[in-house]
């Protein structure tokens, strides 16, 4: 009892696949592309949360900055359950051989961890690994450390004034994903041993945080209220099993978007590949719906037919990319499980397979229905005359095409963690695919008026590219967008490394000096510059006087978080770094207002970052509070200040006018211009006289940041390329759905006398034309879309690899060209007789 179109759609599809591979792969590999994404963020998310205890180290996690627990405060924390207490500081690390480096020190207390464990290389326990030995307290350190100061396991060393052994190479340890970017190897001690050694001293910059395992019965939500009771001020930041690593679930969300639009792109792209996989299948059918037609078929019957069959095909092509984009995420996972930043339990997760399944079935309707409608329409007449490029005129498939996309589109919107940046995303694509559509029509119009220029094989070349079946118009918008999207990253990532590789070491300060004393910085001057072996300059050496504060009001009031905008909230939730200055510093980057005048004495004025004052709605002129020093400082901002954080200069977020802090006991801090001899050279000189003075090497923090962005964008690049391989794959289709021609077409350049070079180059000229032109329109829109990102998003310098973005048009060139020469062997291979009495 089965309908009448299902079953022509049953005897139809009884012949197998054959001419829908193409179809099949588009689909897949968009709905793989999506699949996979949103697996490898749900397996992430699931770490996390399976480690969200570890992560955190307890239930809850209370931070202290500048000062420790105070005996009532830890009576009152430990009432809440477990607590186990450590305290984060900095010191140098220096070798009996004189070598120094920085290292990140953490001082741990007996009950350390209360979750997780501590990973260790030699010693098997961490109490043994803590424990002293001959007369030394034992340490445990990263490897890096080892490395730097030249020493091995059972070696002794100083970390600041404290004699150490390191007793164990430390690995790994369960919460370090909860903490900041190191600037330094981490070294793992006894807390007691750190602050005996002068560490945790008054004024110096460390941390305490308090963890804490919950007693029975007491909420996560209870435990936060009277933390707020037992702890008030609010001067310390909390953190829970519930939200144990903020920045990285946002990072996660960012990432899972990003890739799972590249796989949505790579259905857009892979859209024109269905569609002319759709269109040839028809045409290849045109007996067969010319004859239902004279029988009586009605345009319903044959639509709904090939319909159906057409959906079951792409239900087909989306379960293999699901069951694809399942598969990678784990099989990934198995091969750099151990190299992997962020914890991930690699599973089965139904509802990103669900997502990807609903993407690519509605990119199936939105590119599938038309070429339904275009045969539904043709009358039986024009089919038998192999007719069936009848207008798209507006009809219920038409209507469902749209439907189709608009739902793809609102979904895409609706599931993004930004939906404004994913509107605008989608928009940029629409534009584009808009764009390069257009210049597939640019390219059919170029080769009609040029093709009278030329001879030969060119000539006949630039014929099939004006002709109807020309490749232009399918292929040249889909291998655009895949060139747009690989040109986007590539672009992207050359101005960044440009940035960190290039221009930030060439104008940031090589090194930080923090911890100077304020009584001896002639002295620590005069060391420097013999260390460097040249006098000091304001180009090459600049020393500022500096307090920690925060601001807590604005305009008379206490500060609101939701009135500022969320990428200045940062400036308000922690206490900052703020400099005290006199004269108008070199670079200091005015942009509104004016510095105080040299010897200013009147009420204090401040200079505040640009971008701060404006997500706080702030100008010259208003004023704010500032808690410093133990009181509250109230000053009005004189000027505001462009910070550029790879600059040479004072890039602190607030100054204060040089006489607000009249009086305190400020800390200082030096930044310096060197070279890599003359930072060994300082490095070791300074460990004489100045040793708690600790020297940070941003040489090294940019290296490091350079080797991780290196490894993303290689991650990003390989993602982005899914999409050129859609744009591939569109290729195919055309020269596949063109096969047939050509054949007869090498038959007739035989037959008239052209040689195989001849042909060859016909088909060089056909598809090297269509790579080229699509490579530079996906370049230039790459360029386009990437130069906001570059300048406004990272504010970085905009500089264009030009040997990358020359590569992607080569490229584009080259594998187009390779697939009409293979295109041209194919119908070459062909004997003539054949293919002339085919009708």
Known sequence: MMPLSLRFAWREMRGGVRGFRIFLACLALGAAAIAAAGSTAAAFRAGLAAQAREIVGGDLAVALEEREFTSPERRALERLGRVAYAAASRAMAEAPNGERRLAEVRGVGPDYPLAGAVELGGEARLADALAPAGGAAGVAVEQSLLDRLGLRLGDRFELGDIPVVARAVLISEPDRLGRGFPLGPRVLARLDVIRAGGLLAPGLPFGETARVVLRPGLSIRAARSETARLLPGGAYRVRDRNNAAPGIGRLIDQLEYFLGFVGLASLIAGGLGVSGAVGAYLDERTDAIATLKVLGADGALVRNAFLAQIAALACLGVAIGVAAGAAVPPLVGALVRRELPVPALFGLYPAPLVRAAGFGLLAAAAFSLAPLGRARRTPPAALFRRETSAAPGFGVELAGAVMAGAALAVIAVATAPTPTTAAAMIAAVSVAFAALALVGVAIVRAASRLRGLARGGARLGLANLAGPRSAARTAAPAIGLGVGLMA????????????????????????????????????????????????????????????????????????????????????????????????????????????????????????????????????????????ALGRTLAARISALRHVELSAFGPDFTLVVDEAAFTGANLRELAIARATPAEEARVTRALGADFAAVQVISVREALEAALGLLKRVTLAVRGAAAVAALAGLLVLAGAIAAGAR???????????????????????????????????????????????????????????????????????????????????????????????????
Not at 554 to 562: D, E, N, S
């Open 488 to 627: 986007v990253v590539v672009l992207v990532q050359s101005s960044l490394v440009a940035e960190v590789a290039v221009t930030a070491p060439r104008q940031a300060p090589a090194l930080v000096f923090t911890e100077i004393p304020p009584e001896d910085d002639a002295r620590f001057d005069a060391a420097v510059a013999r260390a460097f072996g040249r006098p000091l300059a304001p180009s090459n050496f600049q020393r500022f006087a500096y307090a920690s504060g925060r601001i807590v009001g604005v305009r008379g009031r206490p500060v609101q978080r939701g009135r500022i905008a969320p990428q200045g909230r940062w400036a308000f939730d922690a206490d900052l770094v703020i400099a005290a200055i006199g004269t108008e510093p070199p670079a200091a980057g005015v942009v509104a207002g004016r510095w105080w005048p040299a010897g200013y004495r009147g009420p204090p004025l401040v200079a505040l970052d640009a971008d701060v004052a404006h997500a706080a709605g702030l100008k010259v002129g208003d004023e704010i509070a500032i808690s």
């Open 741 to 839: 021609a050509r054949v007869r077409e090498a038959a007739i350049l035989k037959v008239i006398g052209a040689s195989r070079r001849q042909g060859l180059g016909t088909y060089l000229v056909e598809y090297g034309a269509v790579g080229a032109a699509a490579g530079l329109a996906g370049v230039a829109l790459g360029a386009m879309a990437a130069w906001p990102v570059v300048t406004l998003v990272f504010e970085a310098p905009w500089s264009i690899d030009w040997a990358g973005a020359l590569g992607l048009v080569a490229g584009a060139a080259g594998i187009a060209s390779a697939g009409g020469l293979l295109a041209a062997l194919h119908a070459l291979a062909h004997p003539p007789a054949p293919a002339l009495r085919e009708p």
